[in-house]
């Protein structure tokens, strides 16, 4: 889209439809996490009318400490069985010592931060073209009261994907709120 360079004080309601129309993210779907659930899914928030999406989520916490969060894509309400490959580094916060990395090699999901018990979590991460049939990629960093982790993750495969699931490393959520925005095209 062209740039407009305004030269009255006066905005015109074209005006602000358009690019306010055009303009950022946009709100597509959120859900509640339940307390002593093992995963939350996110049906039908990816479509043909965004390539790629921005997934954030926040005050969330888990029943165990710095485990990572993980996610799946789902096709209806399927969920991945196989297909990811990346890597996540991570460090423990204020502790000596290196990175580390976490390599998933064919794993059933991808990485996208870390939860704890005792700090309320949030993150945002990318999720490029699941509902295109080619690859999908996304990245993320995050950081809890425990780790900092960043890392991206290719699904090698080219189904189309309609939803999200979120789940933290075996443990369960005690709580947390999912929201799903689109990235405009134009």
Same mark, same amino acid.
């Given at each position: 889209?062209?740039?407009?360079?305004?030269?009255?004080?006066?905005?015109?309601?074209?005006?602000?439809?358009?690019? !306010?129309? *055009? +303009?950022? @993210?946009?709100?597509? =779907?959120?859900?509640?996490?339940? #307390?002593? /659930? &093992?995963?939350?899914?996110?049906?039908?928030?990816?479509?043909?009318?965004?390539?790629?999406?921005?997934?954030?989520?926040?005050?969330?916490?888990?029943?165990?400490?710095?485990?990572?969060?993980?996610?799946?894509?789902?096709?209806?309400?399927?969920?991945?069985?196989?297909?990811?490959?990346?890597?996540?580094?991570?460090?423990?916060?204020?502790?000596?010592?290196? !990175?580390? *990395? +976490?390599? @998933?090699?064919?794993? =059933?999901?991808?990485?996208?931060? #870390?939860? /704890? &018990?005792?700090?309320?979590?949030?993150?945002?991460?990318?999720?490029?073209?699941?509902?295109?049939?080619?690859?999908?990629?996304?990245?993320?960093?995050?950081?809890?009261?425990?780790?900092?982790?960043?890392?991206?993750?290719?699904?090698?495969?080219?189904?189309?994907?309609?939803?999200?699931?979120?789940?933290?490393?075996?443990?369960?959520?005690?709580?947390?709120?999912?929201?799903?925005?689109?990235?405009?095209?134009?």
């Amino acid at each position: 889209m062209a740039v407009k360079t305004f030269t009255s004080t006066a905005l015109s309601s074209s005006d602000v439809n358009t690019y !306010l129309a *055009n +303009a950022g @993210l946009v709100y597509v =779907a959120h859900a509640n996490i339940t #307390s002593g /659930s &093992s995963y939350t899914n996110v049906l039908g928030c990816f479509s043909a009318t965004y390539n790629n999406y921005v997934v954030s989520y926040s005050d969330v916490t888990a029943s165990n400490n710095g485990v990572a969060m993980l996610f799946k894509l789902l096709s209806g309400s399927t969920a991945t069985t196989a297909g990811f490959y990346g890597n996540t580094f991570y460090i423990a916060n204020a502790a000596a010592g290196g !990175l580390s *990395n +976490a390599v @998933l090699t064919n794993a =059933a999901y991808g990485e996208c931060g #870390s939860v /704890s &018990s005792t700090f309320k979590n949030a993150a945002v991460f990318e999720v490029n073209q699941p509902f295109l049939s080619t690859q999908t990629n996304s990245n993320f960093m995050n950081t809890d009261n425990n780790y900092f982790r960043f890392g991206g993750y290719v699904l090698n495969n080219s189904s189309s994907y309609n939803g999200i699931q979120l789940l933290p490393a075996a443990c369960t959520f005690s709580t947390g709120t999912v929201v799903v925005y689109g990235r405009r095209l134009g």
